[in-house]
């Protein structure tokens, strides 16, 4: 076996310490950025989606303004991200 003498196992101690809060600093600096990416790839994939569904509704809604000059409607409201838009056909 191998004998410490106390200097000798407090310095280990030390060092093993020291590794420790390295390891605990770098880690919590890769975590920070893994997490900063995966947030800005749910705001980005959130962003997305909402123009997506917004194409959605502009598609629909144009398919409605075709429908109205059939009518001899000449006004047709729709929304993008919540503002009101008129389209004059």
Known sequence: MLALSLETAKTV???VLLVFLA???VS???IKNVTAK???VAIMAALALGVW???SNL????????????SGTTKVSCTFFGSE???GV
């Open 13 to 15: 101690a030390i060092v």
């Open 23 to 25: 390891v605990g600093v």
């Open 28 to 30: 919590a600096w890769v």
């Open 38 to 40: 995966l947030i800005t």
């Open 53 to 55: 569904t917004q194409r």
């Open 59 to 70: 598609s629909d809604c144009a398919d409605r303004a075709k429908a109205n000059v059939t």
């Open 85 to 87: 838009v008129e389209i």
